[in-house]
């Protein structure tokens, strides 16, 4: 089974906005000319190594890889005992709860499940509870442990975990941006009655085709969002498609089962074209370094250096297909070792052993 969710498709084009920056300079006085000459060498230089930034970890090594888990990860009762045994788990909460204005602790170790398994609270709780297992492995293992991570990656909203700890986002600003990116996906949900549904036991090419047949069917739109493993993939569309998925997908293409996921919408398609702009906006507020290991993008399953082109990623990132089974594939293609699961469930652990039996994973659970 496949918890696993995120993004859906809109009826209204995306109206990309890009923020370019103008500059003029008033050259009224020698020493304002040399200062303005200054400023544009600098500018030049900055410019030039940002656009040449962003190939830094084409060469990066897969030897430890720490993977963070995505929305459906979270169960009530999770960070109950990490919070009493691991004292900077704890502060990691107490901080997010004062960002969020509720006690996030609490939803996640009592519930009701209902909230917290909604969008707008599930997204910032499974950043949290990651970046306390992080917490909980430099306690139990020392700094060396954390220091052993040669790449990070995430599933779904996993890669802002992966990106926090990679150093490319501050923890408050995680916070910030996944409230705001499961407000945003939630407000595009509401508008549409979209869904997503997992098909257990087919290849992707034939999923392709049961996508389709459901479309053709339903006179809706549905389409491979999570691409996680041969033999397991989540499907994102309108509910009409959805439903037909769920209908035919035994009976006219043998799969093994499919199963309707908890989720808000059909993520990681352009229905979640609305929460775009929105999310965009807030990632405008934050600022993104660059990483000080490769983090591998879901959008292309390649790892970014460039902090412009990061943001750009995320904000695609909600209305692209969640390239996990791609991203792996790159993984070992680099020397891949040994993976960490950093965070609530063994979803990542699964999914691994399933691309191949042969990899090495440990947990870290909360």
Do not use: W
Not at 8 to 36: D, E, N, W, Y
Not at 318 to 324: A, I
């Amino acid at each position: 089974m496949t918890p696993f969710a995120s993004t859906m498709i809109a009826t209204v084009a995306l109206s990309a906005l890009k923020h370019a920056a103008a500059f003029q300079h008033a050259a009224s006085s020698p020493t304002f000319a040399r200062r303005g000459l200054l400023r544009m060498a600098t500018d030049a230089a900055t410019t030039s190594s940002t656009v040449a930034s962003d190939s830094d970890f084409d060469d990066f090594s897969s030897k430890v890889s720490f993977m963070f888990p995505g929305q459906g990860a979270q169960f009530v009762g999770m960070c109950d005992e990490v919070c009493k045994t691991v004292p900077a788990a704890k502060a990691l909460f107490d901080e997010a709860s004062a960002i969020l204005g509720y006690d996030l602790l609490d939803i996640c170790t009592s519930g009701p499940k209902e909230k917290l398994d909604s969008t707008v609270v599930s997204q910032p709780a499974i950043f949290v509870a990651s970046m306390a297992a992080v917490e909980k492995l430099r306690m139990e293992q020392g700094q060396d442990a954390i220091d052993a991570a040669t790449v990070a990656m995430g599933l779904s909203l996993g890669e802002y975990s992966a990106l926090c700890f990679a150093g490319a986002i501050s923890f408050a600003d995680g916070v910030k941006v996944t409230k705001a990116r499961g407000e945003a996906m939630q407000a595009a949900s509401d508008a549409i009655d979209t869904g997503m549904v997992s098909v257990i036991g087919l290849s992707k090419d034939v999923v392709e085709e049961l996508c389709k047949a459901a479309s053709e069917q339903s006179g809706e739109k549905v389409q491979i969002a999570n691409l996680l493993c041969n033999g397991n993939y989540a499907v994102s569309g309108h509910m009409k498609a959805c439903d037909k998925v769920s209908e035919i997908a035994k009976p006219d293409f043998k799969a093994r089962m499919t199963v309707k996921l908890a989720v808000a919408g059909a993520f990681h398609t352009d229905f979640m074209a609305p929460a775009v702009e929105s999310l965009r906006s807030v990632l405008d507020t934050i600022e993104v370094k660059k990483p000080r290991i490769p983090v591998v993008s879901n959008v292309d399953a390649r790892p970014h250096s460039d902090p412009a082109t990061i943001k750009e990623l995320l904000a695609k990132q909600v209305t692209s297909p969640v390239l996990f089974e791609d991203s792996v594939a790159e993984l070992m293609k680099h020397d891949f070792g040994r993976a960490v699961e950093l965070g609530p469930g063994k979803v990542i652990a699964g999914v691994l052993k399933r691309i191949d039996k042969t990899a090495e994973i440990s947990n870290v659970e909360v």
